[in-house]
């Protein structure tokens, strides 16, 4: 059975930082993206980050901001959140994929965790 656990979400203020974690189990996701997506009350879910073997990639709001990194011996992504804003809060979730798909549409993800609550305040 394969599972994603995010950790590392909270309550803080805007401008400070929080590093969400995600552990994969039950596979290994080596050559293949692993991602961050995240949805607001009423919105729909939105890209955030990807890594992949070929490189990364952000979505344009959190750009300078969040940095996503991935520890393959512990078969972990990361995403590390700077300058947080009260508009990054959301319920942030992991992803991983068993293809080369565009690593920006959620469709191309075949697996999802249950998601980390991330609440910044002004």
């Known amino acids: 059975q394969v599972l994603l656990v995010e950790s590392g979400g909270g309550l803080v203020q805007a401008g400070d930082s929080l590093r969400l974690s995600c552990a994969a189990s039950?596979?290994?996701?080596?050559?293949?993206?692993m991602g961050w997506f995240r949805q607001a009350p009423g919105k729909e879910r939105e890209f955030v980050a990807a890594?992949?073997?070929?490189?990364?990639a952000l979505a344009d709001s959190v750009k300078g901001r969040f940095t996503i990194s991935r520890e393959y011996a512990k078969n972990t992504v990361y995403l590390q959140m700077n300058s947080l804003k009260p508009e990054d809060t959301a319920l942030y979730y992991c992803a991983a994929a068993t293809n080369f798909r565009n690593p920006r549409f959620s469709s191309s993800y075949d697996y999802w965790g249950q998601g980390t609550q991330v609440t910044v305040f002004s």
């Open positions: 890594t992949s073997a070929s490189g990364g």
């Open positions: 039950g596979r290994t996701f080596s050559q293949y993206p």
